[in-house]
């Protein structure tokens, strides 16, 4: 025997097994992780896009002053011999000086008629000053607002001189006449642009700019004193926005090299590939291109604007190049300004940064304003002279033997840059360099498809990729391509253009007015396109619907809506969404489309979408109907039957698993209640009138007030911990506030507990029959009036009050209302119970008795008796209580008073308006609790315009903006998850590590036998009496709920981690609890007796505790068993207090809870799909007191309050499944365990301490021991084949398997031995041979074994 079990030990045998159980932890399902789960549903921060041009400009007229006066030189330059003579690439002394004068402005203007041949023209040659006013004037004139270039050559005169003047001639050209700058600027105005081109230009810079400087202060005296001398004078313009490009700086000649042209800096500026090829040549590596001379030049064969000869392509290659270095070189802004405004700017521009380069060889440098960085040593230049070098060495051979020209491999060669830098990939790097010519390569079929893909990779990486592109300019470009009907480039086009929408959206009336929505249209219409390219598609046209008039119509005649309809059923999830959404946008407030939906019948293919598997689906379906009912058009009965299908189909989601789905049905169903509102007003009256009259059998009104918190307030117990989704919880009234410092402990304050019955609170009405005015602290529904109005509405008379059909739609939904109002989710409730008050709030105005009654009158009128309410609606013949089926009584007309002359014995009742009803003059007008006095309250309450409006029509919950978040973010990136580096991968693996450390270490213990267990390892006294304990599996945390709150320990260091309050209503308690994903990122989940449940998150750390999610987990739990567990007898008599509460088992393997507890059925939830998957009847009259699931063999097993013990198989249907009943013992079941081993047995215990073990195949118990009497609590250790018991007689008992007891524990250890108390819950750990107890005087004790053992 021994060596069998030092074989057991071996660590060959433990390895397997220990990889085996590593590897099921990298496996196991995790529960409420995803997205929705850990974000906010909120849209992303809009950034603001400052990429669109505000002001588009154009250049319209160009003044060309040559001042040449060819043959004189000016007195002030002395030329070398030789000289650099070219002007305009013409020798001026090759013909007469008149001619070579105007040949020489013919040429000028050819020259900038290449970069804007639109504009208007005017040459000045050698011209007086009254003539360059003349000209400049009438440009001026002409251009209006639109820029204005003044092009001035100063070859043939002076030197611009120091006081800011240029020089031009006199009438006969005997003098040279000096002209002003500042004359010049007041010709000009503003927007210019000018360009000198001559020695010592940069003076010119400088007087401009002292000039302007002078005009802006002369401007602002003006301004502040309209008596000042300069405000009498016609104000000078401002010359902000002028542009200023010189050849030179203020102390530089213009170089004389003759085999440079005179006029250089021109030639940069409107000739640059001629004068970048003769510069090319002219310099010393030139010599490496064998046979290349300046006459070859000339010769290069085609068209500077025909990209696929080689002087095209060598302008294209210069304008990608040039445009690249100003993109990485220049701030953003002056980016934007100089070269994506105005395309001939833009082009001088890139010219100016050859000039640069060339002239700065030559020792002289161009200046501009505004200036820019230096450019001419960045290293896209050798890109340049490597373009051009490969071009020049194919020149011979093509021009002698008329080969054929081989493109430049210059914009593949920049891609694989491109696509290098997008693998490298860091996040926080410089943007690449590319982008600029990746925009270019757009307009080559070649690579047009290689570019989208890399285009639509960058854009993955986020929202700041995209704004950089749309700055480089890439959305004409793309916009553009949507005209191409190339197939290969659709899913690449739909990928960019959901990236842009994403994160700004904005675009959308640009893509309808180019007709691009046709485009997307047709691609999802297209059935060969993949899922997730038509899932982009719709998102598009869902942006472009969105709130956008013009895109509605445009869509629906683009046949969107059948469209849509055809995809709902598609097997891709997220396409799924996106139509739901889609639809739900095309026929918000926009009524064509709603009708065009009601003849394809699109809310009922609607309908199947609200039982989809995926919540995010669920959701946007109920958006989609939602909008569907919520236009705000004329009605006909057609249109309000379908809004009652629309809306009963909606309630039935009331319990969905999802917060997120709930949250949507209350939007939804807002929009229907503001659809009808006098409908609802009249049945919110008649619900506020009832819960008056009707008192709850609740056992909030029942309950003593000390039974509601356990007394906490000895000093000793410190505060609970506020959370995060409490924060806001419904800070409604003052009763809830009230209701809420109670909750968290403020019980040490003077004044003690009993000053705030909660009796009091939920009793009194003056919170739903104030008439004051909602501030946003108070509602006119408390929360407690809701829930009691809940309440009632359950098994109240209500349905045969409102005897007609016609308003019980309006009736129920009023109800699920109710109910969305006390959903354990607090954003649901919040938003339920703003549109419940909203209608309160107008129905109670309404119904307000106006003044004009004198007190006679209203004491007169009938009581309001629920009969007289009834006969009225009887007596209109049964009819809809409406004047005419015509909707004009649906709009919220203001009630008129009363006409006096009514006959004393009828009340004044309306029903059309829906906001008269008789009771509603009986309305006390009670204080409120904290007013000011009566008074003040019906003074302010008489106006009913001052008032906030609860509920606007928009009403929304963000999930639109959230799911559209995901295209915005990287969808190529590997997640986190799965990137073998990341941070979240190595927590998960030092996780996983430490379980199969636990598993090993605790296996050795149980495996050697545990014979005591009365080592007392942990003690301390929790804030509230223990009801559930449960040790977390792998860390040394234990969570121990109290009747409303969960403290966690750590029982290894002894110190109390956190203590928060779980939110449920004070009338309900917890009664289970479950860690999730135990075994990786643990969340918490706590069920109590109403049924709900809740899932909590950042418990036991340093952070605040958060609801991840909450729902309805048992709907029915029924009234009449729950109730406050008196503490004494809930372990006397069981039967009698019927109180099982909510009992759950949790599968990790399957992600599905097994829910029951007083109720007759085992409700199974699939966590994964958020929704119930399965109703098991019982099939016994009483509460199910213990569950235990085994997810191999399907099998449930239930132990009852009647004392039988039920086996289900869930994969049968509901009337077969119950494969097996014992019917052994004689009391209620305080655990029914089912063994999780291959041949597990199942054990079960009742009250009377009788232990059975069943084989699920043989009808009778196989084994009994009996126990101690008066059980109250026990637990069987999953590994060790042991169980406790907890007897209300205040000790433990440990058994092994075999009915031994190892230990019995009385007394507390070290404490001066003192008797512990009733024992309220028990629990063991999953895998160490630990006991947590909870007794009855507040003190949480943990047990172990021996210590050489541990």
């Not at 006409?899 to 829906?914: D, F």
Request: hydrophobic fraction near 40%; aromatic fraction near 8%.
């Amino acid at each position: 025997m021994k060596m069998d079990s030092d074989l057991l030990h071996s660590p060959a045998v433990g390895l397997a097994e220990e990889e085996e159980a590593d590897m099921n932890d990298w496996k196991l399902p995790l529960a409420f992780m995803k997205k929705r789960h850990s974000e906010k549903i909120e849209g992303s921060k809009a950034l603001a896009q400052s990429w669109r041009m505000k002001d588009r400009m154009k250049t319209v007229s160009v003044a060309l002053v040559l001042c040449l006066n060819v043959g004189v030189d000016p007195p002030d330059v002395v030329k070398t011999s030789p000289c650099a003579r070219l002007e305009c690439w013409i020798d001026p002394l090759s013909m007469s000086p008149q001619k070579a004068l105007e040949t020489i402005g013919a040429n000028l203007q050819k020259q900038y008629e290449n970069w804007q041949p639109r504009a208007r023209y005017k040459q000045s040659l050698d011209p007086t000053v009254d003539e360059v006013k003349k000209l400049c004037t009438s440009l001026r004139r002409n251009a209006k607002e639109e820029r204005v270039l003044f092009h001035y050559n100063g070859h043939g005169v002076p030197r611009p001189t120091v006081n800011g003047e240029i020089w031009v001639f006199n009438k006969n050209y005997t003098q040279y006449i000096p002209l002003s700058i500042y004359d010049l600027q007041t010709w000009m105005g503003s927007p210019s642009i000018f360009v000198y081109d001559c020695s010592n230009a940069g003076i010119i810079v400088k007087s401009f700019k002292q000039f302007a400087l002078q005009r802006e202060q002369e401007l602002e005296v003006a301004a502040i004193n309209p008596s000042h001398p300069l405000a009498q004078m016609p104000l000078p313009p401002s010359m902000k926005n002028c542009i200023q490009l010189a050849a030179c700086e203020a102390s530089e000649l213009l170089p004389m090299n003759p085999d440079l042209p005179a006029d250089l800096f021109t030639s940069c500026l409107t000739t640059p590939i001629k004068i970048a090829l003769r510069w090319f040549c002219m310099q010393k590596s030139a010599k490496l291109v064998p046979g290349v001379t300046l006459d070859l030049i000339e010769k290069i064969p085609g068209r500077l604007n025909d990209r696929r000869t080689p002087l095209g392509e060598l302008n294209w290659i210069f304008t990608a190049i040039t445009d690249t270095i100003a993109w990485n070189v220049l701030p953003r802004d002056l980016f934007q300004k100089l070269f994506r405004q105005d395309l001939l700017v833009a082009s001088l521009f890139r010219n100016f940064l050859l000039a640069e380069r060339i002239m700065r060889s030559y020792n002289c440098t161009p200046v501009s304003s505004p200036r820019l960085p230096p450019t001419y040593m960045h290293a896209m230049w050798q890109a340049w002279d490597l373009a051009v070098d490969i071009c020049l060495s194919q020149l011979p051979t093509i021009i002698e033997e008329g080969t054929a020209f081989r493109h430049s491999p210059f914009f593949a060669e920049q891609l694989t840059a491109f696509q290098v830098w997008l693998t490298m990939g860091v996040e926080n790097r410089n943007p690449p360099e590319q982008l600029p010519i990746v925009l270019q390569v757009l307009l080559s079929q070649v690579h047009r498809l290689r570019a989208l893909d890399l285009l639509g990779r960058f854009l993955d990486l986020g929202p700041w990729a995209v704004s950089l592109a749309l700055s480089v300019g890439i959305f004409p470009y793309v916009l553009k391509l949507l005209q191409s009907s190339a197939r290969e480039l659709r899913p690449l086009l739909v990928f960019i253009w959901a990236k842009i929408l994403a994160v700004d959206s904005s675009c959308q009336a640009d893509l309808v007015k180019d007709n691009g929505h046709k485009y997307f249209l047709s691609v999802l219409a297209d059935s060969y396109m993949p899922a997730e390219h038509r899932t982009m598609a719709v998102f598009i046209l869902a942006v472009i619907v969105n709130s956008y008039n013009t895109g509605q119509e445009a869509c629906l005649q683009g046949n969107l809506i059948a469209n849509c309809l055809e995809q709902l059923s598609d097997p891709h999830p997220l396409l799924r969404q996106w139509v739901a959404i889609c639809l739900g946008r095309i026929w918000q407030n926009f009524d064509p489309a709603r009708w065009c939906g009601v003849r394809d019948s699109a809310h009922e293919k609607l309908y199947t979408l609200l039982s989809d598997p995926i919540p995010e689906v669920r959701c946007a379906a109920v958006f989609a109907l939602g909008t569907f009912v919520g236009n705000s058009a004329e009605r006909t009965d057609h249109s309000t039957t379908i809004d009652h299908n629309v809306a009963m189909m909606l309630a039935q989601l009331i319990n969905d698993g999802s917060p997120v789905v709930r949250k949507e049905l209350v939007v939804a169903l807002s929009h229907l209640v503001v659809q009808y509102e006098s409908n609802f007003c009249t049945v919110a009256l008649q619900f506020i009138e009832e819960e008056k009259n009707y008192t709850v059998p609740s056992p909030a009104n029942t309950a003593e007030p000390g039974n509601l918190t356990p007394v906490r307030d000895s000093p000793a117990i410190p505060r609970l911990r506020s959370v995060n989704s409490y924060t806001n919880i419904r800070a409604a009234t003052s009763a809830r506030n009230l209701n809420k410092s109670l909750q968290n402990l403020n019980l040490n304050e003077e004044g003690g507990p009993a000053a705030f019955s909660p009796g009091n609170l939920s009793t009194s009405s003056s919170a739903s029959s104030t008439l004051g005015s909602p501030d946003n602290d108070e509602y006119i529904l408390s929360f407690e009036t809701i829930d009691k109005m809940r309440r009632v509405s359950s098994y109240s008379s209500l349905n045969s009050l409102i005897g007609v059909s016609f308003n019980s739609v309006y009736t129920q939904i009023w109800r699920v209302l109710l109910h969305l109002a006390a959903d354990p989710f607090p954003e649901v409730s919040d938003l339920a119970m703003k549109v419940l008050n909203s209608i309160a709030y107008k129905a109670t105005m309404n119904a307000r008795p106006q003044r004009i009654l004198d007190s006679g009158s209203l004491t007169q009128s009938a009581p309001a008796s629920p009969t007289s309410k009834g006969t009225h609606i009887h007596q209109a013949g049964g009819s809809p209580p409406m004047p005419s089926t015509s909707s004009s009584s649906l709009t919220n007309e203001v009630p008129k008073p009363p006409a006096r002359e009514q006959p004393a014995t009828r009340p004044p009742y309306t029903p059309t308006l829906g906001g008269q009803a008789p009771h509603s003059h009986q309305f006390p007008r009670t204080r409120k609790m904290f007013d000011k006095g009566p008074e003040q309250a019906a003074e302010d309450g008489d106006d009913p315009g001052g008032h906030r409006n609860y509920i606007s029509p928009s009403l929304q919950t963000g999930l639109c903006d959230w799911s559209a978040k995901y295209f915005a973010q990287p969808v190529m990136k590997i997640p986190e998850e799965h990137d073998m580096e990341s941070q979240v991968r190595m927590e998960r693996q030092w996780r996983f590590l430490r379980n199969s450390r636990v598993r090993r270490q605790s296996r050795g213990i149980t495996q050697r036998g545990v014979s005591r267990l009365d080592d007392q390892i942990f003690i301390n006294r929790n804030p509230g009496v223990p009801s559930v304990v449960k040790f977390h599996p792998f860390n040394t945390c234990i969570a121990v709920a109290d009747k409303d709150s969960i403290c966690f320990w750590d029982w290894e260091k002894g110190e109390r981690l956190d203590y928060f309050y779980n939110g449920n209503p004070r009338y309900t308690r917890i009664t289970a609890m479950e860690y999730l994903n135990g075994h990786d990122c643990s969340l918490l989940l706590t069920a109590t007796d109403d049924g709900a449940l809740r899932i909590w998150k950042n418990f036991a750390d340093q952070k605040n505790p958060e609801m991840v999610t909450a729902w309805q987990g048992l709907s029915d739990m029924l009234p009449t068993t729950r109730g406050l567990a008196r503490r004494v007898s809930i372990y006397l008599d069981r039967s009698k207090q019927g109180g099982a509460g909510m009992v759950v088992d949790w599968e990790q393997e399957t992600g599905l809870l097994m829910t029951s507890g007083d109720v007759r059925v085992i409700r199974i939830w699939d966590t994964d799909r958020e929704m119930k998957v399965q109703d098991i009847p019982t099939g016994a009259d009483s509460c199910v007191t213990s569950l235990s699931c085994d997810s191999q063999h399907s099998l449930i097993v239930a132990g009852l309050g009647d004392g039988s013990v039920r086996v289900f198989d869930r994969r049968m249907g509901p009337n077969d499944c119950r494969v097996m009943t014992y019917r052994e013992h004689g009391a209620w079941v305080v655990k029914a365990h089912l063994q999780k081993e291959t041949d597990g047995h199942i054990i079960s215990v009742s009250v009377n301490g009788d232990v059975r073990f069943f084989e699920p195949r043989t009808p009778d118990s196989i084994n009994v021991l009996q126990t101690v009497k008066g059980l109250t609590a026990l637990d069987i250790h999953p590994q060790a084949n042991l169980f406790a018991c907890g007897s209300m007689n205040q000790f433990i008992a440990v058994y092994n398997i075999n009915g031994d007891v190892i230990s019995n524990i009385k007394y507390y250890d070290g404490f001066m031995g003192q008797r512990i108390g009733a024992i309220s819950c028990l629990a063991f750990h999953p895998y160490w041979p630990h006991l947590a107890v909870g007794s009855n005087d507040y003190y949480m004790s943990i047990y172990s074994a021996e210590k050489r053992l541990r």
